[in-house]
C-alpha cells in the first residue's frame, strides 16, 4: 500500500510520501539503540516531564491536530478533539501514576531483603492502526517512554502525516534523539525491523492476521509483544434493561468513528421478550443519523477511512444477508464523493455469517436473538474474539454476574465499552494477548527483576 494522504470526505488523493530508503531507516535503528542506555538511566521525573510537556503540546496544538485526524483518515472532527484530549490526558496519568506502577514490590523470603525491580528492556516498536492514530500512538508510547523505553513507531501507510506529527510533538516537547522515531514505511518491511538488534519488544493493534505474522516474527526472535487484534463485541440487552439508554448507547457504540472501532458494539443480542421495544428506538437512532463533511459539526456519520475497507464490508454484508439476514435498512455505499457506507441494521443475524462471526469494521450492527439469559450468554461468549463486551439491565448486581462470565477482556455494566488510563485495557482469544494501560500496562514492556539480597 502506497505511503499517501487521501481524504476519506471526497476521496481526492492529498500527498504521497516517500519511504525511508535503508540507509534512513538503519539510521532511525541505530539511534534509538544509542539512546537506549542514557534514556534507562534518566531519572523518572525526567522521563515524566517530557510527558508534561508533550501534553501541553497537544493541548496546545489540539485544533490543527484534530483537523489533521479529520481530514486523513475522516474522524468527525468533534471525536477528532477529543482523541486529542485523551492523548494529553494519558500522557499526564503516567506522568503523575509511573512513580507508584513502577515502585519496587517488597516480598518476604529467605533473604534480609528481596524484591521485584522494574529495569526497562529497551526500544519498543508500536505498529499502529489509522483508526484512531494519536491515541493508539499514545496508549503505547506514553508507558513505554516513562518505563524508559524509546519508542519506533511504525504507523499505518494512510495516516502519514499524523506520523509526523506525533514525531514532532515528542520533538519539540525535548525528547532526546533517538528516545521516539517515526518509521515511514512499507508494511512489508516490518518483519526485517522486528529482527534487528535495536528492537528488544513489539506493540501490535492491528488485524489478527497483522498479528500473527508480526507474533510469529518476534517469536522467531524471541522479543516481547503484547497483540490488540480487533473485536467483535457483544451488546446484550435483558429484559430489565432501561431501553432508552440502552439504545441510545447502542448507537453511539456502534456508530462512532463510523463504526471503525474494535471496542465498538457489533453484536446486539436482545431478549425475545424487550426486541420489539428496543428495536424501534434502535431503528429511530440509526435513522436519525446524518452523513457529511465530518468537519462539519452538524454531521454524525463521518465516511469510511478507505475504499477498500468500505468494499470489503459490503461484501460482508451481502455474503450475510444471502445467508438469511434480514436487511432493516442501509446495506449500500452512499452514491456520493467519499469513502461513504449508509449506517445499516441486519436482524435476525445467525452463525454461519460474517456478521455473526466476523468483525464487521465499519457503520452496520448486527442484532442476534435471544430467549432467555443463558441463551444471550451463550451467544456473546460465541466468539473467537474477546477484547470487550456489554450487559444492559436494571440490576446492577444481575449485570455484574452476568458480565463476569463473558468471556472477554473488558466487560461493562450499563456503559458502553471504552478505553482509560486508570484501567487495563486487553482481551483474550484472537483479540491478542498482553494488556495496556493502567499498572499493568506499564508493567508489559520492563523486566521485572528479582533482587535477592543476604
Request: some cysteine; hydrophobic content about 50%.
Amino acid at each position: 500500500m502506497p505511503i499517501a494522504h487521501t481524504n476519506p470526505a471526497t476521496g481526492e488523493l492529498v500527498r504521497r510520501f516517500d519511504a525511508m530508503d535503508d540507509a534512513a531507516l538503519a539510521a532511525r535503528l541505530d539511534a534509538a539503540q544509542q539512546a537506549a542506555a542514557d534514556w534507562a538511566e534518566r531519572t523518572l521525573a525526567e522521563r515524566c516531564s517530557l510527558l508534561i510537556r508533550v501534553a501541553a503540546l497537544l493541548r496546545e496544538r489540539r485544533d490543527d491536530l484534530a483537523r489533521l485526524v479529520t481530514i486523513e483518515m475522516g474522524k468527525l472532527i468533534g471525536e477528532a478533539e477529543g482523541e486529542i484530549d485523551k492523548c494529553a490526558w494519558v500522557c499526564e496519568h503516567y506522568a503523575e501514576h509511573a512513580a507508584a506502577y513502577l515502585a519496587d514490590e517488597a516480598i518476604a523470603s529467605d533473604a534480609t531483603r528481596s524484591l521485584i525491580a522494574c529495569r526497562p528492556l529497551g526500544p519498543v516498536l508500536a505498529v499502529m492502526p489509522w483508526n484512531f492514530p494519536f491515541w493508539q500512538v499514545f496508549r503505547c508510547a506514553a508507558p513505554a517512554l516513562a518505563a524508559g523505553n524509546p519508542v519506533l513507531l511504525k504507523h499505518a501507510s494512510n495516516v502519514p502525516g499524523c506520523a509526523l506529527a506525533v514525531e514532532g510533538l515528542l520533538r519539540d516537547a525535548g525528547a532526546p534523539d533517538g528516545v521516539f522515531a517515526t518509521l515511514l514505511i512499507e508494511a512489508d518491511r516490518v518483519e526485517a525491523v522486528i529482527a534487528h538488534p535495536a528492537v528488544r519488544a513489539v506493540s501490535l493493534t492491528g488485524s489478527d492476521a497483522a498479528g500473527r505474522k508480526v507474533a510469529a516474527a518476534a517469536g522467531a526472535h524471541l522479543k516481547k509483544t503484547v497483540l490488540e487484534l480487533g473485536g467483535s463485541d457483544a451488546f446484550v440487552v435483558l429484559d430489565d434493561a432501561d431501553l432508552d439508554r440502552a439504545a441510545d448507547m447502542a448507537v453511539t457504540s456502534r456508530f462512532m468513528n463510523a463504526g471503525q472501532s474494535c471496542i465498538a458494539a457489533k453484536r446486539f443480542i436482545v431478549l425475545d421478550a424487550v426486541e420489539a421495544d428496543f428495536m424501534e428506538r434502535l431503528r429511530a437512532g440509526i435513522e436519525a443519523l446524518r452523513p457529511g463533511d465530518p468537519a462539519h459539526r452538524e454531521t454524525t456519520l463521518a465516511p469510511m477511512a478507505r475504499a477498500d475497507l468500505r468494499d470489503d464490508l459490503h461484501a460482508q454484508v451481502q455474503v450475510s444477508m444471502d445467508a438469511g439476514a434480514v436487511l432493516a435498512m442501509g446495506g449500500q455505499p452512499l452514491d456520493r464523493p467519499g469513502f461513504f457506507y449508509a449506517p445499516t441494521l441486519l436482524e435476525h443475524v445467525s452463525p454461519g455469517m460474517p456478521a455473526y462471526d466476523d468483525e464487521l469494521f465499519g457503520p452496520v450492527a448486527a442484532v442476534i436473538d435471544a430467549a432467555d439469559e443463558e441463551e444471550a450468554l451463550r451467544i456473546a461468549n460465541d466468539s473467537r474474539f474477546g477484547l470487550g463486551g456489554s450487559v444492559w439491565t436494571r440490576d446492577a448486581a444481575r449485570g455484574e454476574a452476568f458480565a463476569r462470565r463473558m468471556q472477554c477482556g473488558c466487560a461493562f455494566v450499563n456503559g458502553m465499552v471504552k478505553s482509560d488510563p486508570r484501567l487495563p485495557f486487553g482481551g483474550i482469544g484472537d483479540l491478542g494477548y498482553g494488556r495496556e494501560l493502567s499498572r499493568l500496562g506499564i508493567r508489559e514492556f520492563v523486566n521485572q527483576q528479582t533482587l535477592w539480597v543476604a
